[in-house]
Every structure is written in structure tokens, then in C-alpha cells.
């Protein structure tokens, strides 16, 4: 699929903060009327998560950025969620087919973006790894050396500044890429109006998106936190709750 600019910029609407609800349940729904698709993302993304514990677990310096750069990267793959709930809008099948519909076009715009996911993914991995590894002596290796002498360290300092900078790293990323990776997907755009339209969805929403952020960071590191079993569920679930908020946050031109 080749780029497209459209002469104007896509307006946005403001939103009912408690909206974001709706999107949950809206993704729930969409979940049940695929599962099969919606299972196979969350074991995908289970699986990689549980890779990076059993490689990672006595090496926490690099499993702690891994799992939150985690975070970054996952709307990225979950492009084939959103074209499941695209086909389902329309009445069309919504199987493996649609997925393999948008993977295999290997549209230049979402390979630029994943691209771009993936460089702040592993910026953020290496700065963690630094932080940890240089702020803390003997080095941290395990989750429960991060948890007793960093988080609960009676030093404080270094926990709340690990949180800073990832927040710092993680915000531009949330806005750039929460409505842009679902129209990019459903509309012709270039990665820049797509991203721009992001911005403005998330300035016209920051209470909304705020809570937003906050409900798809909890649910993702409660599946994590689940043994990586509760990805199947959270991971298709907010893929398919996205793509809602992208067609409440952006307003559909019609001709």
C-alpha cells in the first residue's frame, strides 16, 4: 500500500472520559465473536513474554526495561486485531483471513512505524539496563533484589527516577502511536498525518486518554504479572478496544 496525503487534517472529537469503558466492552465483544484470532495474539505475545523471563530472569538489569518496552511494541502487533474489528464493522468474515490480509500487503507505512516502535523499545531496554546496572552496587540480577533495594529501598531516589524516565519515554510514544496505528490500517495516510492525528486526539482527550493509558498499562502488566497466562486474554481484548477508540476519536469523513 503506498503512502496518501490528504490535503487536510483529520479532525478529531472530544470524548466522555468514562468512554474508555465502552471501548473495553466493545473489545470484549469483539473478542467473543473471534476468539480464535483473539487467542492466538495473546499466546503469541505470551509466549515472547515468557521467553524473555526464562532468558532474563537472573539478568533483571535487562528483563526490567524488556518487559516494559514490552509496552511499546505491542500495538505494533496487534495490527491484526484491529483489522478483525474493521472487518467486523463492515459484515465482512473476520478470520485469520483478514489478518493475513494486512500482514502480508506489507504496507511500508506500519513497517516504518513497527520500526520506529522497536528503536524505542530497545532505547528504552538499554536505559534501564544502564540505570540499574550503574546506580545499584552489588548489581541487581533478580526481581526480588529490584523489589527489596530498589523499590522498597529505604534510599529513595533511584526507583522514582527509573519511573520518570520510562513515563518520559513511554508518554510520546502512548500519544504517537494510540490512534495512528489503527488508521493507519484503516485509512490511505501518511505515518505523519497519522501521527499528528494522534497528537490531537490525545490534546482534544487528556483526561480520557489519560485514564486510558492507565487501564491498558495495569491490564497488560496484570497479565504479565499472571504468568504471562492473562495476556491471552488482556492483549486481544485491548487490540480490539483500540481500534474502537480510534473511530470514536477520529472523526470519519464522509464524500
Known amino acids: 500500500m503506498s503512502d496518501v496525503t490528504v490535503p487536510r487534517s483529520l479532525r478529531v472529537r472530544k470524548v466522555h472520559s468514562l468512554r474508555t469503558f465502552l471501548w473495553l466492552r ?99 531496554v538499554v536505559t534501564s539496563a544502564a540505570l540499574i546496572t550503574l546506580g545499584i552496587k552489588p548489581p541487581v540480577t533478580t526481581p526480588d533484589d529490584f523489589l527489596r533495594r530498589v523499590v522498597l529501598s529505604a534510599d529513595p531516589g533511584l526507583f522514582e527516577l527509573w519511573l520518570a524516565l520510562g513515563g518520559a519515554m513511554a508518554a510520546p510514544v502512548f500519544a504517537s502511536s494510540v490512534v495512528a496505528i489503527p488508521l493507519l490500517v484503516d485509512r490511505k495516510v501518511t505515518v505523519m498525518q497519522a501521527i499528528r492525528t494522534s497528537w490531537r486526539a490525545v490534546a482534544a482527550n487528556p483526561v480520557c486518554m489519560s485514564l486510558w493509558a492507565f487501564l491498558v498499562m495495569s491490564l497488560t502488566l496484570l497479565g504479565l504479572g499472571a504468568l504471562m497466562f492473562g495476556l491471552m486474554l488482556v492483549i486481544p481484548v485491548l487490540g480490539h478496544a483500540t481500534w474502537h477508540a480510534y473511530r470514536d476519536l477520529v472523526v470519519r469523513e464522509t464524500v
Open 26 to 124: 466493545l473489545g470484549w465483544r469483539d473478542f467473543t465473536a473471534s476468539p480464535g484470532v483473539g487467542l492466538a495474539h495473546g499466546a503469541v505475545m505470551g509466549v515472547f513474554g515468557a521467553l524473555m523471563l526464562a532468558l532474563a530472569w537472573d539478568r533483571f538489569w535487562v528483563l526490567a526495561g524488556a518487559l516494559s518496552g514490552f509496552l511499546l511494541v505491542a500495538p505494533i502487533l496487534s495490527t491484526g486485531l484491529y483489522a478483525v474489528s474493521r472487518a467486523l464493522l463492515r459484515g465482512e468474515p473476520a478470520g485469520f483471513a483478514a489478518v493475513w490480509r494486512v500482514w502480508s500487503s506489507l504496507d511500508g507505512r506500519l513497517v516504518r512505524f513497527g520500526v520506529l516502535l522497536m528503536a524505542m523499545g530497545t532505547a528504552w
